[in-house]
């Protein structure tokens, strides 16, 4: 199946720095990238839509100044946590849309802690 | 608003058995469903895609049946090994931009040797 690579896979930071996260589509092209958070034992859930060349779209709650996302390239997307906190530790997941097969295909996350 | 519900947070079964796992859902039916196997720490895996069109799919040791008159679906694990043990996610996907998917919480299955 397609590979979706993370960098890094995890990551621990003091509270009030930034964090950057890749998210890689390594076998295709991806206009359309997505990145979910999951909490332990919760769902995934969506926090924004990125298209390459134009803005990310933020789902309802997630503060697009905190959490900035490009996608400068078919194959790259990237998130930054910016000025993170305790509690935006957790897991990020993103995922690659493969329109041919219907379907994306996930990175292997990246664990963030926030001291 | 939509909600989805995998009937069990943790299912156990013996090696060989089939597991069987459910999804519900309220209001109305996605123009399709997916199953997703999740090992811990790692992102999900695509295992299935059903249409709302289509009853039944099958690969391999897996098959998937979705009834929209009952809003649900079923994953069935023939033959289950224990290197099936997993959580096991279904995403209702409602068309359009892929991103509209909903996950259920999942279903954490252990299969006993």
């Known amino acids: 199946g397609a590979v979706v690579s993370q960098h890094p896979s995890w990551v621990i930071c003091k509270s009030g720095t930034s964090v950057k996260i890749e998210c890689r589509s390594l076998d295709f092209q991806a206009t359309t990238m997505f990145w979910y958070r999951q909490f332990p034992k919760q769902s995934l859930m969506l926090m924004a839509t990125s298209n390459e060349g134009s803005k990310a779209t933020y789902e309802q709650g997630v503060e697009k100044d905190k959490f900035l996302i490009n996608h400068a390239s078919l194959t790259l997307s990237t998130l930054t946590v910016t000025s993170a906190h305790p509690e935006d530790s957790s897991f990020y997941i993103c995922?690659?849309?493969?329109?041919?097969?219907?379907?994306?295909?996930f990175g292997p996350g990246t664990r963030l802690l926030v001291l | 608003s939509q909600k989805i519900e995998q009937n069990s947070e943790a299912l156990n079964i013996q090696e060989g058995k089939t597991a069987t796992l459910t999804c519900n859902y309220t209001?109305?039916?996605?123009?399709?469903l997916q199953w997703y196997r999740q090992d811990p720490g790692r992102g999900p895996v695509f295992l299935l895609l059903i249409r709302e069109n289509e009853k039944e799919k099958r690969k391999e040791r897996l098959k998937v049946t979705f009834d929209t008159t009952l809003k649900q679906s079923l994953f069935h694990i023939t033959a289950s090994q224990p290197a099936d043990s997993a959580t096991y996610l279904c995403?209702?996907?409602?068309?359009?931009?892929?991103?509209?998917?909903?996950f259920g919480k999942g279903t954490k299955l252990s299969v006993k040797p």
């Open positions: 209001n109305y039916s996605p123009a399709y």
């Open positions: 995403a209702l996907d409602y068309g359009g931009s892929q991103g509209n998917l909903i």
């Open positions: 995922s690659a849309e493969n329109r041919v097969q219907e379907t994306q295909y």
